[in-house]
């Protein structure tokens, strides 16, 4: 896997939020989105899985799925779902945590409650794995 294969992905994620957005406009519950979304990326041909279940290592114990990440594309790049009025902070700290823990190289936070996704309701995040993944 190089960066240029996961920025490759990651340009097609965000293709595919825009065409969800095109459709539904902005306004509608998360849930909606999130449904939407995922059924656009596996018609796109990739390896979806929702909710994904986050097990945590605390102490030398697994403690099994108290996390959920929205969406994990192709088993490389966390996707989180949001319809809300703002991004907050919280929201870019949470996915970076589930790409650690999930160890993964890069993830996108996509709000659909804007005016335009590529404009103003993505923002992708990577990690120090995309940073030691060759070049191309």
Request: proline share 3%; hydrophobic share 40%.
């Amino acid at each position: 896997m190089t960066r240029k294969q996961v920025d490759k992905l990651s340009y097609h994620i965000i293709g595919a939020a825009i065409d969800v957005h095109r459709r539904l406009g902005p306004g509608l519950l998360e849930h909606v989105y999130h449904t939407c979304f995922a059924s656009e990326l596996v018609e796109y041909g990739f390896k979806v899985s929702t909710e994904t279940g986050i097990s945590i290592n605390f102490k030398g114990q697994k403690i099994a799925s108290i996390l959920k990440c929205d969406l994990l594309v192709d088993d490389l790049i966390v996707v989180e779902v949001k319809a809300v009025e703002k991004i907050i902070p919280l929201y870019g700290a949470q996915l970076l945590t589930y790409m650690k823990l999930l160890k993964v190289p890069k993830g996108i936070l996509i709000n659909f409650n804007c005016t335009n996704i590529f404009k103003y309701g993505q923002k992708t995040f990577v990690n120090e794995i995309y940073s030691r993944l060759p070049a191309s």
